[in-house]
C-alpha cells in the first residue's frame, strides 16, 4: 500500500508556471511507477504524464507535451509535475497515481493507488 498527498495547485495567469509535488507514504516507492492524471470540470479523468520507477523513461500526453515536465525524488519519496506556459484549458483537479506496472502498461491498463488530487486554475 503507497498513500499519495498532492500539493502545489492553486491560481494562475495564463502563461504562468506552477510546480506541483506528491508526497508518497511507504518505503518502496522506487518500485513504483508514478504518474499525474487530471479531471477537468464536465469531463472524463485524463493521463497527463508518467515516469519510470528509476525515472529514466517519462511519457506525455500529446497536450502537454514541451510544456510540462515529470521528474521524481526517490530520496525524498516525491514525484513533481512542473507545468509551464498554462492555458486556461489546463484547468482541472491533478491527480497523483501509482502503480506497480511497467510504465507503459500502467498508463494503457490503468493505476493502482491515487492521491486526492489538487485543483489547478488558469485565468484567461
Known amino acids: 500500500q503507497v498513500q499519495l498527498v498532492e500539493s502545489g495547485g492553486g491560481l494562475v495567469q495564463a502563461g504562468g508556471s506552477l510546480r506541483l509535488s506528491c508526497a508518497a507514504s511507504g518505503r518502496t516507492f522506487n518500485s513504483y511507477t508514478m504518474g499525474w492524471f487530471r479531471q477537468a470540470p464536465g469531463k472524463e479523468r485524463e493521463f497527463v504524464a508518467a515516469i519510470s520507477w528509476s525515472g529514466g523513461s517519462t511519457y506525455y500526453a500529446d497536450s502537454v507535451k514541451g510544456r510540462f515536465t515529470i521528474s521524481r525524488d526517490n530520496a525524498k519519496s516525491t514525484v513533481y509535475l512542473q507545468m509551464n506556459s498554462l492555458k486556461p484549458e489546463d484547468t482541472a483537479v491533478y491527480y497523483c497515481?501509482?502503480?506497480?506496472?511497467?510504465?507503459?502498461?500502467?498508463?494503457?491498463?490503468?493505476?493502482?493507488?491515487w492521491g486526492k488530487g489538487t485543483l489547478v486554475t488558469v485565468s484567461s
Open positions: 497515481a501509482a502503480s506497480k506496472r511497467a510504465v507503459v502498461v500502467a498508463i494503457r491498463y490503468g493505476m493502482d493507488y
